[in-house]
């Protein structure tokens, strides 16, 4: 085994002076080739600032890399125009922006967000799947963002299906680690589309899985129509969830 061995020796920086350069060598070459790379050693300083601007040249690329399959993967989760870029950071109202951190990381499993029209629900959801996402490439995949009603629709059409059955198209709903469920109430709620979401949040909450629940409709409205006392109580407990009003201005018109 040849052993590496360091060699300290003074040398004369045109910028920083003189300073103790640091060469390795092996032991065994001959003495001339070790003074050799003595010599083309350079001077710490030097080499520090240089190593720390290819770093940071380095960590920015990857950052910026990141970033772009991070976008890809909210796209691929089936977020469209204006909520596309909304990220945790921007989200101003510090209640919501703990609930969000906290599902983003797990603490909780479960947001209802209910309120009025364009309170900033739908881009709080968005914000908080982004940032679910970043911190797990693993995650890119599992993702889904999508209206209770394409929901429902799209399970429906698999009803007898020969490619996909309604369970195929159930499971990629209950099986994703981070789901959000919009405007949750806004079309008709048949007995089907009820005990459809029932069945879907059931299972999530089995499961300890993530999901966000958006509703224009009161708390009450969406207890009676999708969450029946015992599904709420598990929400809250098991799913260690919360059911949160997002109040404030319509802020389409102040925006
Ligand atoms: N923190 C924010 N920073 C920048 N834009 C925001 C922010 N929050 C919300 N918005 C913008 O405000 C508008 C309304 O927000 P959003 O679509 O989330 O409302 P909503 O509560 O989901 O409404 P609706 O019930 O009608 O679906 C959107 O254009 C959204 O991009
Ligand atoms: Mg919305
Ligand atoms: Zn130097």
Redesign the pocket.
Known sequence: MIKLERVEKEIDCPIHGKQKAVAIYFPDESKESAYERIDASYCPLCKSTKDQIEDDKLKAEEEKQKAKEVDKAIENAGVYK??FY?DLS???DKYFFDLLKDLATGKINTLVIV??????????AIACMREYAKQDYNRFNKIIYDTASGIARKVRSAIGGRKLTEQDVFSYYADADFLVV??MGKSNNTDYNSSLMSDLFDSRLSNFKSTII?S?LSPKELSEAYLDAPLRSRILRGGKGVIAE?KGED??RI?
């Open positions: 204006d909520n909304a921007t989200v101003k309120g009025s029209e364009g309170r900033g629900k739908t881009y709080m919009d405007e958006i224009n997002k802020l389409r925006l």
